[in-house]
């Protein structure tokens, strides 16, 4: 035997006659604590799910005219319950505390969130579940961290945790969940939190688990968009047309929605004047465009399977974006991206009633992926997300969307805390 081989099998023998070690992260504290804010964020999420469920149910039954007074109700109780407990804030307010708080975010506010959202979702405002449950599951997460006196990157990395496991309950989708939580915080074009990456996919995984065993989640995409076909190089061309005219409409979301906050900030009325505002416009829309009430999660399949006219989509996207900004700027509480999904949904049905020959797939989910990436900046998270809730196997056409919404956003970001830090 040559000298080298000789060599080679001595180390080899020496590396097998130590012991076997595992990865320092497996069957350590800080793994157990983010599979801990996993498993506290999925029942957090099951349980909030069927409240919501059951108040949707129960506030379905008005109907026609009744839903003014509903909304009306259901936005002044809303407003009082912010106004009395204490204001949990938004989006804006939790990627302030990741970035400049140290990922410190305040649970104090936890009950007023929950139930002002409650309130919010369930009678029909275009706000979903989404915004609330990465607010409450994360600060779960913060204060998890400080009972254990985590401090500095391992603190921010359970927070953001705590947030993925929240928005991956409600999508069924870890993947997109986690890279979520991490894309939302983004400064200006830089995801800055690597670090958390692996905490955020324990989290969500585990927090995943547990919602489909509460709420008996399957496996299978939310709204079947599956029956796509390849037909060539130019479907990529395509799909940057399509979400050329999704960004337009982003961009109109966009500045709608800061004529209404210019109009609601103008004068300084009480929240529960400014929310029982809010639930009287959304019901007169609702009530002439049932279309337009809810946040969108099961609209999106009637408007897959019914049969529309070019009119009555038009009119449902119009309205839909006055009703979306009205929900977001009247102090309602909520999350805008399943709604901005029906947006993008509507607007895919109109082009391929305009242009017949199209694919009417891959109109609706670039649009979809356009616009949200367009308000949100999120374009990887969008992809995956679009990928996993329609069944569209194909990637790169909606990343090819998701990208272009975000490279013709507008310079200031509709989340502000997005900004450069100065």
């Not at 009119?311 to 805008?336: C, D, M, N, P, Y």
């Not at 242009?355 to 797939?361: D, H």
Request: overall charge positive.
């Amino acid at each position: 035997m040559k000298l080298k081989q000789r060599r080679k099998l001595v180390t080899y023998l020496n590396i097998l006659d130590q012991p076997i070690r595992f990865n320092p992260f497996v069957f350590s504290r800080t793994f157990v604590l983010w599979a801990l804010v996993g498993l506290i964020g999925g029942v957090i999420a099951g349980i909030y799910w069927m409240v919501l469920e059951f108040l949707t149910h129960k506030l379905a039954f008005f109907s026609g005219w009744e839903v003014i007074p509903v909304m009306a109700s259901c936005g002044l109780l809303a407003g009082l319950i912010i106004h009395f407990i204490g204001d949990p804030g938004e989006i804006h307010l939790i990627v302030n505390n990741i970035r400049f708080n140290n990922g410190k975010l305040d649970p104090k506010n936890n009950p007023s969130m929950v139930l002002s959202s409650l309130l919010c979702v369930a009678s029909g405002g275009s706000l979903g579940p989404e915004a609330p449950l990465v607010q409450v599951t994360g600060s779960t997460g913060s204060w998890l961290g400080k009972l254990f006196r985590l401090k500095g990157e391992e603190l921010r990395s359970l927070s953001i945790a705590g947030m993925a496991s929240g928005f991956t309950a409600l999508f069924g989708a870890p993947l997109g969940g986690s890279l979520f939580s991490l894309e939302i915080l983004h400064h200006k074009h830089a995801v800055e939190y690597y670090k958390a990456i692996i905490p955020a996919l324990v989290a969500s995984s585990f927090s995943y688990i547990v919602f489909a065993l509460i709420i008996h989640l399957g496996l299978g995409a939310t709204w079947d968009l599956s029956s796509y076909e390849y037909s060539g190089i130019f479907d990529f061309s395509y799909a940057c047309l399509f979400a050329i005219v999704g960004t337009f409409f982003g961009w109109v979301f966009i500045y709608i929605t800061k004529c209404f906050k210019l109009i609601f900030e103008k004068q300084p009325i009480p929240i529960y004047i400014k929310t029982l505002i809010g639930g009287v416009l959304l019901g007169c829309i609702a009530y002439y465009f049932p279309m337009t009430r809810y946040f969108g999660h099961h609209q999106i399949n009637e408007l897959l399977i019914g049969n529309y006219s070019l009119q009555l989509l038009i009119t449902v996207l119009f309205f839909k974006i006055i009703a979306i900004s009205i929900t977001v700027t009247s102090g309602w509480r909520g999350g805008f991206i399943i709604p901005l999904f029906f947006v993008g949904a509507t607007l895919g049905l109109i082009i391929n009633k305009l242009f017949p020959t199209i694919n009417t797939t891959l109109a609706i989910v670039s649009c979809m992926a356009a616009i949200n990436a367009c308000v949100t900046r999120t374009p990887m998270s969008t992809t995956i997300l679009l990928a996993t809730l329609t069944g569209f196997g194909h990637f790169i056409p909606i990343l090819f969307a998701s990208l272009t919404g975000y490279f013709l956003a507008p310079r200031i970001p509709f989340i502000g805390s997005q900004m450069e830090e100065k």
